[in-house]
């Protein structure tokens, strides 16, 4: 059966976070990271993303640091692709949509590649 436009965009989205395409962030509007961090919770996008984006296999992908363009991020949040709930205006304002932008943003990649891990390694 041949993938939607909708799919086939999300599957875009997907390979564009997996692949860690450096996000522009001089496009992104100025937000508050710490604003972004009480959104991210309270608006409960650590249950399929996880306490830090870390993102997991069952739920959704990996989200910081993140990756997309801010545009490209409002969108998902707006019109999500898959299953994650969309995030209209009228329950995220783009100020918040921009915090918790800054938010992902500020999230720190991991430490260390998994192949320099050795336990991981065994």
Known sequence: MPM???RLAGAGLALALLAGAPARAQDAPAGDGA???AVY???GCYMCHGFVG????MAGP???PMALPFEAFKTQLRTPSNEMPPYAASV????????LYA???SI???AHAAKDIPLLNR
């Open 4 to 6: 939607s436009f909708a």
């Open 62 to 64: 990996r989200v910081a």
């Open 108 to 110: 720190p990649g991991p």
């Open 103 to 105: 938010y992902l943003r």
């Open 35 to 37: 604003k972004g961090k």
């Open 54 to 57: 870390q993102g997991s296999r």
């Open 41 to 43: 919770l309270a608006d």
């Open 92 to 99: 995220l304002s783009d100020a918040e949509v921009a915090d």
